[in-house]
């Protein structure tokens, strides 16, 4: 079982990381040159040329950011609730993209790819919340 210090400091590491990826979305050399001000009509642009970030995206990384961080400042409990939370919440993002992308006939290794991050970052938060926890998955 992780101790409660490792819970906190990945509840933080993992919010850096959300924070991380909304401030990559502001530099204009990483997004095809575009900033949030000129992106496309849907308001989408192209993260270092691999990825679609919207606006949903960005606030959904900000909130995942604000929350784990406040997680890990306040308790290892609300640490592991928290990853448990957002590591439900990117493993369900991951199934759908991966489904939708099977639906739009994409080519599998580009599908996967694609959604890997969630896929790693998921089954990473789910690790740590469950990890020690037999009586949680025993019910």
Same mark, same amino acid.
């Given at each position: 079982?992780?101790?409660?210090?490792?819970?906190?400091?990945?509840?933080?590491?993992?919010?850096?990381?959300?924070?991380?990826?909304?401030?990559?979305?502001?530099?204009?050399?990483?997004?095809?040159?575009?900033?949030?001000?000129?992106?496309?009509?849907?308001?989408?642009?192209?993260?270092?040329?691999?990825?679609?970030?919207?606006?949903?995206?960005?606030?959904?990384?900000? #909130?995942?950011? @604000?929350?784990?961080? %406040?997680?890990? =400042? !306040?308790? &290892?409990?609300?640490? /592991?609730? $928290? *990853? +448990?939370?957002?590591?439900?919440?990117?493993?369900v993002d991951a199934a759908i993209y991966l489904a939708t992308g099977v639906i739009q006939l994409?080519?599998?290794?580009?599908?996967?790819?694609?959604? #890997?991050?969630? @896929?790693?970052?998921? %089954?990473?938060? =789910? !690790?740590? &919340?469950?990890?020690? /926890?037999? $009586? *949680? +998955?025993?019910?």
């Open positions: 079982m992780p101790s409660d210090r490792a819970l906190r400091w990945s509840a933080f590491g993992f919010g850096l990381l959300f924070a991380v990826v909304v401030v990559l979305g502001y530099i204009p050399s990483l997004n095809g040159g575009a900033d949030h001000v000129a992106m496309m009509a849907n308001g989408e642009h192209q993260m270092l040329g691999l990825y679609m970030i919207g606006t949903a995206d960005d606030v959904t990384h900000g #909130l995942s950011a @604000v929350l784990l961080l %406040g997680a890990a =400042l !306040t308790s &290892a409990r609300a640490s /592991r609730l $928290a *990853l +448990l939370v957002f590591g439900c919440y990117y493993a994409r080519p599998v290794i580009s599908n996967v790819l694609l959604n #890997l991050p969630h @896929v790693v970052i998921s %089954g990473i938060m =789910l !690790t740590l &919340a469950f990890r020690g /926890r037999t $009586a *949680l +998955l025993a019910a």
